[in-house]
Structures are given as C-alpha cells and as structure tokens.
C-alpha cells in the first residue's frame, strides 16, 4: 500500500533486528527513539523498560520513515507521540500489525500458512542464536525471564548445533585410518 509502504517496512525490519514484541511495537513512541545509538526502549511485560539495540538496515528504515510521519497530523493528542499510526492517524492496533505482518508474509512467502509478528521474533531469536550460539544472550535479549524458556523454544536449534559439533572434531587423521596395513600387528 503506497501510504503505508515505509510504515510497515520500518515495522518489519524492527521485528527483524530487534526480536521486539507485537505489544512492544505498538507502544514506541518517538522519543523512545535514539538514532544515534540504534537504539529503541521498549516496555516488556510487566511493564520494566530495557533499550534494545538495532543493526543499520532498521535504523535506515525508521530514518526513512520519521521524515514521512513528520508529515503525518495524529488524530488526536494521545496519539501524538506514537512512532506508528494506523491510517486512522492513531496508534496502530497490535491486531493491525498482525494482519500487515500476515499480509506481507503472504505474498514474500507463500507456502508459509501462519506467519505472524511472533514468528519474526523467534526467527531473530534463531538468527541471534545461530551466529552467538549463546542462549543466555538470546533470553536477555529477548526478555525471558527464565532462559528455560529459551531453551524450550529454541532446543531444536540447539540440537542441529550438537549434531554439527559432532562432525567438526576429527580422532584420526583421515590418512591414517584407510587402507594402510603396515601400522597392523
């Protein structure tokens, strides 16, 4: 959608780069923003704030859609300083992201059934854990309290790690264990 295009890109790229949740991303408001640091607070459950931090690509993308929401006149004063708003010109509805995550997802990836806001958090909840292989980093990040949580949620990962893990040590030079009987005896 031509007036939303920069809106939802700067949403999924935050959902991308930050693992934030639905709830969390309604809930920005501009000021939460450090564009100097890559930086955004968010409200976890609970309601304890934390700043996360974003790689480039998300920066660029809320750059990008700052300079369009200055033009943007809320329709009403609670809603002046929410970083996302709806068509409406109000805070965008968790519900409203799930149906734009669904409705992009749809058309990036078509065979995937159920995408939703969830699924970009654990993907970078995978990505995180595939490039760290430190699960206790992906619980904080994340915000999970208890990193069995993440563990549960990512024990297939962790898995395909040990599997790999399997493979890398060699106990014998490749050389040494075929076809050379004179070592026998």
Same mark, same amino acid.
């Given at each position: ?78 809603? %002046? ?7 409406? /010109? ?6 409203? =992201? ?8 749809? =058309?990036? =990836? ?20 595939? %490039?760290? +292989? ?6 904080? =990040?994340? +915000? ?14 962790? %898995?395909? /790690? ?15 264990? +075929? ?7």
């Amino acid at each position: 959608h031509a007036h939303t295009r920069k809106r939802d890109y700067a949403i999924l790229m935050l959902f991308l780069g930050t693992g934030v949740r639905v709830s969390e991303c309604v809930g920005i408001d501009i000021g939460d923003l450090d564009l100097a640091a890559n930086a955004v607070l968010v409200t976890r459950k609970g309601g304890n704030q934390v700043i996360l931090y974003y790689p480039n690509e998300v920066a660029d993308a809320l750059k990008t859609y700052l300079e369009e929401r200055k033009h943007i006149q809320p329709a009403t004063k609670a809603d %002046e300083n929410a970083l996302f708003l709806s068509l409406q /010109r109000r805070r965008i509805s968790q519900r409203a =992201v799930q149906i734009m995550v669904k409705k992009y997802c749809s =058309v990036a =990836v078509p065979l995937k059934k159920r995408m939703s806001p969830h699924k970009l958090r654990s993907t970078y909840g995978t990505m995180l854990y595939n %490039e760290t +292989g430190d699960i206790y980093l992906v619980a904080e =990040v994340l +915000g999970h309290k208890d990193v069995n949580t993440t563990q549960r949620h990512y024990a297939t990962v962790a %898995e395909d /790690r040990k599997r790999m893990a399997a493979n890398i040590i060699k106990l014998r030079d490749e050389d040494e264990c +075929g076809g050379s009987d004179k070592d026998e005896g």
